[in-house]
């Protein structure tokens, strides 16, 4: 057991200042008076609120970002004493949840006092995290005009800082020695279910604030479905278990996964296992500023297989197990220093056979000027074998 | 350990079934010629679709209820082959993430088979788990008319069938258990940090398939905040350590606490203790059908302290940590049986001297004809003593 207390939490108030910054520029060339931002990660972003609470859907929270000056939180009263711990001073409170007015005046009071147009992010991946009926009364009594953020929000929080970066390293680095553990909790007999249960384990073990994310397989020569809940089948010889994990450290993810062969395994297993070691080495070196998403994909694609329709080969991650890019035939984003992206290639087991088996890999980098820098201890061809 | 795998996992078909035509009563009644619903606990209600990548906020997954017949899934093709293990055979896909079109035409193209008008959840505690600017499309895409649900969905998922409550039951018992073990990770010197992740371990080998939250926190003779991540700290002798976890089972969570005194505790410690037993079981007797949330809120309030002020001393519980009726001064909910709910109780540990110091506690029922039964094991007046 090995929990890094050393490493730093948390961010100098200088950055949050400078994400503020930064985003206020980009709302003037937009001609936007106000952000107004409503989820977990947009609001830490800004803010470093950091707390599991949001686990409960039953309040919502509110940030509103003015053209000039600091963010302003307007959010439930149980909140206030955490907020107060960060940057943010203007601290407005109201006694969620309040079935007449569940904060709808207050936020629409701030807004008409900060001016608009407001932004609300509402593209990819963007979710308004409130009633949709609350949201039209506030656009009613603001009387201001709402309309999409532009990408703002998703542009920012797509280029990580170096403290981000650590963060997430450290992220990494609990997940892999965990990883290195696999030995004593899964083995031959043992149920899948029980591995899931010991694995996060593990990851506590070494570090990890909490795990939530957790996914994996485990049949015979291959699998082929990743996103199933673990089933009480006990391990057997000849099966290819793979496990994947978002785990989180002062809120930041790790996000990629490792195959282990129960017993000696196939030849093709082998062969597969080192086809995908060889897409993400590929994909490593495609990922150089300058290059899209999509060319990063097709370098991947062509050793893994399966072309066009090949999938998400990896994704931009952070504050969230994935956001931003995805290594995709279609995404045409172009890569910058500061990314932090998954390569996640997948390959059939047995190419043209059709056999429904297929095999994942998954690894963590950052897009540096020079080339992508490992955040992950990259696996070598041979698989594990328990 | 002890892993309840004896426990069967997932519901009948008929369970989904009879889910299905109470909203299709209900939707008649409201003239709605479908339901469409974004959010995992929406969309696993209605099918049995259980899978943690709902953590990746990439990918939009919708599911269309119609008037009549069994639900529609129209998500990404990644999901498919889980979505085929649930009772639902409609299952319409498109390779997610696809930005010129991330399942908008292929949504409105079922709901125009389907008819209108659209009923979506969008009233307390709903959540539209899509990107606006997509849900504006689909709007106008499909021709029809959109509106609120009326709350149908929120009010068949307050009242739990027998399976339902089952499953709570276990996740209780699988916290009561790791509550029980709290000496082995817990006590004077250890910082509240370590056993934080400790809990979690416990948790997850009493048979928790995950832990979606906890929370806590531990100060002299008291605290004053529940909802801040756990410091490095350590643990002091006269500290008061509470500690609150929602784990889930089979997609059901407890929710509940326990408060620990580190050595011996002080005379306030011990009546404010015994006050919010007293609180509790004043409110498990005000817990009964025809009663009101704020009745059972006003009973408690009146042994635990507060007033109207008290803010919300126990809530709704079931796929959610938190879902449905509050019990608070507002909330006119009526108790129906089958409503499984939270007490809660929270008081000043000095009261009246104004100390900042409070302590909270919180036990899980059901409300059943006869009166309420307790899901959680309650705790008795005397605070435990590590």
Same mark, same amino acid.
């Given at each position: ?65 003015? @053209? ?27 006694? @969620? ?49 709402? *309309?999409?953020?532009? $990408? ?34 899964? $083995? ?18 070494? $570090? ?42 002062? $809120? ?59 999938? *998400? ?74």
């Amino acid at each position: 057991m090995s929990v890094d207390i050393a490493a730093p939490r948390g961010f100098e108030r200088a950055e949050f200042e400078a994400r503020t910054h930064a985003a206020q520029a980009a709302m003037a060339a937009e001609g936007l008076g106000a952000l107004l931002l409503t989820t977990e990660p947009e609001v830490r972003y800004f803010t470093g609120y950091l707390t599991r609470f949001w686990e409960s859907p039953s309040r919502s929270w509110f940030l509103v970002l003015p @053209a000039r000056g600091a963010p302003i939180a307007v959010i439930p009263s149980i909140g206030a004493a955490l907020m107060a711990q960060t940057w943010i001073s203007d601290i407005r409170t109201w006694p @969620a949840p309040r079935p007449k007015d569940d904060g709808v005046s207050l936020l629409a009071e701030t807004l008409r006092e900060v001016g608009g147009p407001v932004g609300v992010p509402m593209g990819y991946e963007a979710h308004l995290r409130m009633p949709l009926g609350d949201y039209v009364r506030v656009q009613a009594a603001s009387g201001l005009e709402f *309309r999409g953020d532009a $990408g703002i929000v998703a542009a920012l929080r797509a280029i990580k800082s170096e403290a981000e970066i650590d963060k997430i390293r450290a992220a990494c680095a609990i997940a892999t020695r965990a990883y290195a553990r696999m030995g004593e909790i899964a $083995g031959e007999g043992v149920p899948l279910s029980t591995v899931f249960r010991g694995f996060q384990r593990l990851l506590l073990e070494e $570090g990890a604030d909490w795990v939530p994310y957790i996914s994996g397989a485990a049949a015979q020569g291959g699998y082929d479905d990743v996103i199933s809940p673990a089933s009480d089948m006990p391990l057997a010889l000849g099966d290819v278990m793979m496990l994947d994990t978002g785990a989180v450290r002062d $809120g930041y993810f790790c996000d990629f996964d490792r195959n282990f062969a129960i017993g000696a395994p196939s030849a093709e297993v082998q062969v597969a296992h080192a086809r995908l070691i060889e897409a993400t080495e590929v994909g490593l070196a495609a990922a150089r500023p300058g290059a899209r998403a999509c060319d990063v994909f097709a370098a991947m694609a062509q050793i893994a297989g399966g072309g066009e329709t090949a999938g *998400r080969l990896g994704h931009g991650l952070g504050m969230q197990l994935t956001e931003g890019l995805s290594l995709t035939a279609q995404d045409e984003s172009v890569l910058q220093p500061g990314m932090v992206i998954t390569l996640e290639p997948g390959t059939e087991v047995s190419p043209g056979q059709n056999l429904g088996k297929i095999m994942v890999h998954e690894e963590n980098i950052v897009i540096r000027e020079g080339g992508a820098e490992r955040l992950t201890q990259f696996s070598g061809p041979e698989i594990v074998v328990l």
